[in-house]
């Protein structure tokens, strides 16, 4: 990515084009006089032309000869996430933005979707439709596309963020240089992909309630995408884990801040229980069918599966290692710590079967239950301190060292004048 230089617009505003010879001059002439009356700094307007077979290129290039804040790119295969990519990729802004061209999106929400940007407060801001104070006019059937697949996103990729369509979108260049490199989709998932993965590297994503107006000349194919969508809902949910999202917090200042002893102590405990009740609950089945006569072999086994189902809980819930690389590892470790517990409750059977050698099913389950709690304490600490230690981080505080230079650059060019 080329980055931010010191003497390049603050705001490049990119418009994704396809065959729109009769729409890009009306739609960037508005945009630019939005600009020239409400944006204080340098800007700049791509016009990104993505294989247009009509004269859009010809038309966006009279538009750069015309307009000093405009300037043409043109890509030779097709695609709006192709587009965005690249055209941010190469941009020397600080801040990057995209839109429509049919401007849906009233413009005076512009601003407000900066601004966050600037000053730091986020690191992407998006238009929502799906806000209170939005104002939306548009057909029962997108709007129920639209809430249905925000819904989707929300229960199969834990998205915080309201409307992941909205074209109108902004994002730090600095951001931007660490998430567009792991974004795959060329297409109109593009937007979805890079909001998941800003939201799973801990930055801010801000919300602009907008007023929207729907384009009834819109040629988008809402089956098609939809289809394309859900498969790249899929596609994500199965490789996010494998993405070096903890290494953009870190380097973004956003590391997730490890869970104080207190919470973790709670998480553990609760996963515990839950497993806990797993294992006296399969040691007394087994104890009734298959192990009466050697309880060792029926305990061995219900704790060989809680161990199991114990360490992948707290290792995701507990001590937040959401990565599968390194899950094996941690599973090996889980069955080292199930020695102890094993050896303790062993202990405990052994003891028991010397004192009360005809004790019955409740007894020795009873017995297993206060091995397995005094083994917890150590458990805890074990985990703690060797399984998980090189996971908890500390949250850096302030904003990133680029968030900070940022804002530095906006407020000299701001005591410079725009131009």
Request: glycine share 8%; charged share 20%; proline share 5%.
């Amino acid at each position: 990515m080329t980055g931010p230089r010191a003497d390049g617009p603050v705001l490049d505003v990119v418009i994704p084009v396809f065959n729109e010879q009769h729409t890009v001059a009306a739609a960037v002439h508005r945009l630019h006089n939005h600009l020239e009356a409400t944006f204080p700094y340098p800007y700049r307007i791509t016009i990104a032309d993505n294989a247009s077979t009509d004269d859009t290129p010809s038309v966006a290039m009279d538009l750069a000869a015309e307009l000093p804040e405009v300037r043409a790119v043109r890509l030779e295969r097709k695609g709006r996430g192709l587009a965005l990519n690249q055209v941010w990729s190469a941009s020397d802004a600080l801040i990057l933005a995209y839109m429509d061209v049919d401007l849906s999106t009233d413009l005076d929400a512009l601003w407000p979707l900066v601004a966050p940007l600037m000053s730091g407060h986020s690191d992407l801001a998006i238009g929502t439709r799906l806000h209170r104070d939005s104002r939306v006019v548009r057909g029962p059937r997108r709007e129920a596309i639209s809430r249905i697949y925000n819904l989707v996103l929300r229960t199969g990729l834990g998205a915080g963020f309201s409307d992941a369509q909205c074209g109108f979108k902004a994002i730090r260049a600095d951001v931007a240089a660490e998430l567009l490199p792991l974004v795959e989709d060329e297409s109109w998932f593009f937007d979805t992909e890079l909001l998941v993965l800003a939201q799973r590297s801990g930055l801010r994503i801000h919300e602009v309630p907008v007023d929207w107006y729907d384009d009834p000349d819109s040629r988008v194919d809402v089956t098609t995408t939809a289809r394309e969508d859900l498969a790249g809902v899929w596609r994500l949910h199965r490789t996010l884990d494998d993405l070096p999202l903890q290494d953009i917090r870190a380097r973004m200042g956003r590391t997730t801040p490890a869970a104080g002893v207190g919470a973790q102590t709670v998480r553990f405990g609760l996963v515990g229980a839950v497993t806990t009740v797993l294992h006296l609950g399969l040691f007394a089945v087994l104890d009734t069918t298959v192990g009466g006569q050697s309880p060792q072999w029926g305990n061995g086994i219900a704790l060989s599966i809680a161990t199991v189902v114990n360490t992948g809980l707290n290792r995701r819930w507990t001590f937040g290692v959401r990565r599968r690389r390194g899950a094996l590892t941690n599973q090996v470790q889980g069955f080292a710590v199930f020695g102890l517990t094993w050896a303790v409750t062993a202990l405990a059977l052994a003891l028991l079967g010397l004192v009360w050698p005809t004790a019955p099913t409740f007894a020795r389950t009873l017995v297993v239950g206060v091995g397995t709690v005094a083994s917890t304490v150590l458990k805890f600490v074990l985990m703690r301190q060797w399984m998980f230690a090189h996971h908890r981080q500390s949250l850096a505080p302030g904003t990133s060292a680029r968030s900070s230079a940022l804002v530095r650059a906006t407020g000299q060019r701001d005591s410079l004048g725009r131009r």
